[in-house]
């Protein structure tokens, strides 16, 4: 089945095993939005728009295999043997297969390049819906506008890659009569679309560590969220390894059917590691609830991986005189709002309880970033507490797809 002469089963089950996988993490991490959170962000919306794009990209990946892609040329005859022609109808399904290998060719180049694009826009939305620093935020916005323009020139020169006549890019004949044609050829673009990959992959992964670094928090508690982050360089990694596999396609002269698995195995890989990584910090909540090995030292902090974009990540607001919180909850990430005022009354001094002869803070109606934090340090800790203000009852699932 994973004979070397055939690259296709391997190829096949890589991409929808893969894809499965980057299905499930996606999936998780709507649970987590619509139960912890509430709501959906637009760099959701962005991330099912590219695991939609994967997908098609994995079913257009299977019949690029089905068309021959992946598969050795057969050997050529011995010297002095005459090579007999091919009877009308072997050469029909000949043609139909190199029509079918060019279309779906054509297709994966823009696939590819529109779902590595999208994803890096998720990410990039993501980053700016918690910068609070402005070089961090214009950093983003240059990021976002450079990602765009890059994307769409790359997928413009791939589409409009016979210029004369565009439908010449989806003939049989392209892989012969390329230069012919006038088409450009595709080695120096696939070069290009990897090294600004590559690049962009590592400037985006360590754009927000400088942010992260500043955090004044627990020790263990930055290690972490480091590391969170940093499992992002898996992805440039990729990158490398796919264009390894280009230069082991531009190399070959009578092979470049078969290397050319290499590459959509490696875009397989490549897509679905961004798109766990990108997925990776919004399972926080639920990380920390099943394994709970930082439930000492646990913090609102997990509402920073949701981005509320309105409040200075880099200080910690003391806890208010009075106010009842989790014995072992740290400090925020986030300080309230300067509206939040609540009010403040002394119990009376009748009360049967004994122990509630102090101070206290009455939260006559929460306001909706208490209670999505509430909501999330609940979930994380998978604990509640008598003392805590309950917050409001969250929005269905229905109705948070229906008016989000």
Avoid at 233 to 260: C, N
């Amino acid at each position: 089945m994973f004979a070397p002469n055939d690259l296709g089963p391997t190829v096949i089950i890589t991409a929808y095993t893969l894809t499965s996988v980057s299905t499930l993490i996606v999936g998780l991490r709507f649970y987590c939005r619509i139960w912890v959170v509430g709501k959906f962000k637009s760099y959701d919306y962005i991330m099912l728009l590219a695991l939609i794009c994967t997908w098609a990209t994995c079913v257009n990946n299977h019949l690029q295999m089905h068309y021959g892609t992946g598969q050795q040329s057969p050997p050529p005859p011995p010297p002095g043997v005459a090579i007999k022609p091919f009877p009308p109808e072997v050469l029909k399904v000949i043609r139909e297969m190199q029509l079918g290998s060019a279309r779906t060719w054509y297709a994966y180049q823009i696939l590819y390049l529109a779902d590595l694009g999208i994803i890096k826009f998720s990410v990039l939305f993501f980053y700016l819906s918690i910068a609070t620093q402005r070089t961090f935020r214009v950093l983003s916005y240059a990021s976002l506008i450079v990602t765009a323009l890059a994307t769409f020139a790359l997928i413009a020169v791939n589409a409009f890659e016979c210029p004369q006549d565009l439908s010449l890019a989806l003939r049989p004949d392209i892989f012969l009569k390329r230069k012919e044609w006038g088409c450009f050829d595709l080695a120096p673009i696939y070069y290009a679309a990897a090294a600004f990959n590559i690049f962009s992959d590592a400037f985006i992964l360590v754009l927000p560590l400088p942010l992260l670094l500043k955090l004044r928090m627990h020790t263990l508690k930055r290690v972490s969220l480091l590391l969170l982050f940093s499992i992002g360089i898996l992805v440039p990694i990729a990158s490398g390894i796919r264009l390894w596999s280009i230069f082991l396609w531009h190399g070959s002269k009578t092979e470049g059917r078969y290397y050319g698995a290499y590459v959509i195995f490696w875009s397989q890989v490549e897509v679905n590691v961004a798109i766990m990584c990108a997925s990776a910090p919004s399972l926080q909540p639920l990380v920390k609830r099943i394994f709970g090995e930082v439930a000492r030292h646990r913090s609102h902090s997990a509402y920073y991986y949701y981005g509320g974009g309105s409040h200075n990540m880099s200080e910690i607001t003391p806890p208010r005189r009075g106010t009842l919180s989790n014995p072992d909850s740290t400090m925020d990430l986030e300080s309230l709002p300067e509206t939040y005022q609540p009010d403040r009354h002394r119990v009376k001094d009748n009360i049967t309880e004994p122990h509630i002869d102090r101070d206290v803070v009455s939260v006559r109606e929460m306001t909706e970033e208490e209670v999505l934090r509430d909501r999330v340090r609940r979930f994380a800790s998978h604990r509640s507490s008598m003392q805590s203000v309950p917050p409001k009852s969250p929005a269905r699932p229905h109705d948070i797809l229906s008016h989000g």
